[in-house]
Nanobody, 115 residues
Framework: QVQLVESGGGLVQAGGSLRLSCAAS????????VGWFRQAPGKEREFVAA???????YYVDSVKGRFTISRDNAKNTVYLQMASLKPEDTAVYYC?????????WGRGTQVTVSS
């Protein structure tokens, strides 16, 4: 079993920055890809960014150049650094890991960007 706990969300003005953390416990996730997703009110959950075990990174076009995903294997944690935030980035942000063919989700952290 893997438990994922997101933190770092909050209220920020447009143009501001936040760093989200996804801390894993129960098993090391260093050998697995981890992704960040978000869900805005009334919308479906969407992919935001992912990082592979080899640290290859992937982003949805709308966040390229503004968000950076990284991982600290010693802390069993994946981060999402978000800069130049926009009101349309407002959502609950979730991290997801697929470990041994099982999908694990965290409970999410709210990010609200005011205009």
């Amino acid at each position: 079993q893997v438990q994922l706990v997101e933190s770092g969300g909050g209220l920020v003005q447009a143009g501001g920055s936040l760093r989200l953390s996804c801390a894993a416990s129960g098993r090391t996730i260093s050998n697995y890809a981890v992704g960040w997703f978000r869900q805005a009110p009334g919308k479906e959950r969407e992919f935001v960014a992912a990082i592979s075990w080899s640290r290859a990174t992937y982003y949805v076009d709308s966040v390229k150049g503004r968000f950076t995903i990284s991982r600290d294997n010693a802390k069993n944690t994946v981060y999402l650094q978000m800069a130049s935030l926009k009101p349309e980035d407002t959502a609950v942000y979730y991290c997801r890991a697929i470990v041994l063919n099982t999908i694990y989700w965290g409970r999410g952290t709210q990010v609200t960007v005011s205009s």
